[in-house]
């Protein structure tokens, strides 16, 4: 599952693609040998555990979207705020290779600045100074062997009732996590799932997988396979702190929500995955829109565009969404409260940023080197998003 850990202080819904092949795959690089990095992101408060991954497996990845900010700091002029701090952390042999970043933006991650590289072997640890150049309190790392926590197995139900749970089964790692087996037992393909982790009938971990670019997530009448955390907390001991988990947990599907737009579980939840499709269509209907003018140049035989022109008329793709783009869907859910109206109006503005920064993502490297032929290139991009507009 392409799926971020996310430490911060807000409840945030990560409406990621997911794939069965690709969870397992994710599980697969995790190494159950008891090294885990204890982050300190957050002055006088205790630490958080981070999973390392296999080198060359893909490292693991956490956004702190909490940190201490330094007082009096003051952000240059034309530079993005700082968001979030990105750690990334693989494990070859004995060694971790860790990478900090600062996330910037205004209301998303639009821009990612690397903070420093480091090396770590068993108990070192390192104060990242180099995010007071940021504006940010520096983070601890440290590289610690524990016991991995043994939970008792989760509690797992679902709100929607065409998801069946087949299955749940621990998986070995360091810091705990099983893998759930559902079944869409309804005649309609399900597009997206949420899931949430409670603890003590709180939110501890939040995500709604979905299918890439249009696609469905589960079939009708055919399995998923997800793997799924469970939460720990950092607990003090005679030698510092150590990773718990607790057996209060309980994993609740709380929606599913349909190619035809209907849903089974919690309105909230699903008009929120309802809104990041509404604000994806509007984005690649502007896209497209795009690439029609500039084909008409090109059949005019006139010259084309240079590709920083080109990438000028998407980065002009506004990310604002108007009430009334949203306005059918705030019909088809007349009991939703303001703050969920909210939530809608930023999941679809989300989705609105996502097209437009993975289009900008791949013209970056064709401004530094074009390619010879920008025409072919431009038409296959092009194929591949009218193809995900037509299945929104």
């Known amino acids: 599952m392409l799926r971020f850990n996310l430490i911060t202080p807000i409840l945030i819904l990560v409406m990621l693609p997911a794939s069965a092949s690709s969870q397992q795959a994710e599980h697969a690089r995790q190494i159950p040998n008891g090294l885990v990095l204890e982050v300190v992101y957050y002055k006088d408060t205790a630490p958080a555990y981070q999973s390392l991954s296999r080198a060359g497996g893909g490292p693991g990845r956490t956004w702190y979207g909490r940190f201490s900010r330094i007082q009096n700091w003051q952000l240059p002029a034309g530079e993005l705020p700082v968001r979030a701090?990105?750690?990334?952390?693989?494990l070859d042999g004995e060694v971790a290779f860790v990478s900090v970043s600062v996330l910037r933006g205004i209301k998303f991650h639009d821009q990612e600045t690397m903070v420093g590289k480091y090396q770590l072997r068993e108990n070192d640890s390192i104060s990242v100074q180099e995010l007071e150049l940021f504006g940010v309190e520096p983070f601890r790392i440290g590289l610690k062997r524990i016991t991995p926590p043994v939970p008792n197995q989760p509690v797992v139900k679902s709100l929607a009732k065409s998801v069946e749970i087949v299955g749940i089964q621990p998986l070995t790692s360091t810091l705990p996590r099983y893998k759930l087996t559902?079944?869409?037992?309804?005649?309609k393909n399900i597009m997206a799932l949420s899931i949430k982790v409670m603890n003590a009938g709180i939110v501890v971990?939040?995500?709604m997988p979905h299918g890439k670019e249009g696609l469905p997530l589960i079939r009708a009448g055919a399995f998923f396979d997800s793997v799924e955390p469970l939460s720990t907390k950092a607990v003090r001991t005679a030698g510092g702190f150590s990773p718990d988990s607790p057996n209060s947990q309980e994993t609740v599907i709380m929606a599913a929500v349909f190619e035809d737009g209907s849903y089974e579980g919690d309105p909230a939840d699903s008009a929120a995955f309802r809104a990041l499709t509404v604000g994806r269509k509007l984005a690649?209907?502007?896209l497209v829109e795009i690439f029609t003018a500039e084909r008409a140049l090109l059949s005019e035989e006139q010259t084309p565009s240079p590709v920083s022109v080109f990438m000028d008329r998407v980065r002009a793709i506004s990310g604002d969404?108007?009430?009334a783009a949203l306005a059918p869907l705030m019909r088809e859910f007349p009991s939703s409260t303001p703050k969920e109206k909210t939530r809608m109006k930023i999941a679809a503005e989300a989705g609105m940023h996502q097209i437009r920064k993975e289009m900008l993502d791949n013209l970056a490297p064709v401004v530094k080197d074009p390619p010879s032929d920008f025409r072919s290139w431009l038409a296959g991009v092009e194929e591949r998003y009218r193809t995900w507009l037509a299945r929104l």
């Open 85 to 90: 701090v990105n750690i990334v952390a693989g």
């Open 182 to 187: 559902l079944r869409n037992l309804s005649d």
């Open 205 to 207: 971990v939040s995500s």
């Open 284 to 286: 690649l209907t502007r």
């Open 321 to 323: 969404i108007d009430a």
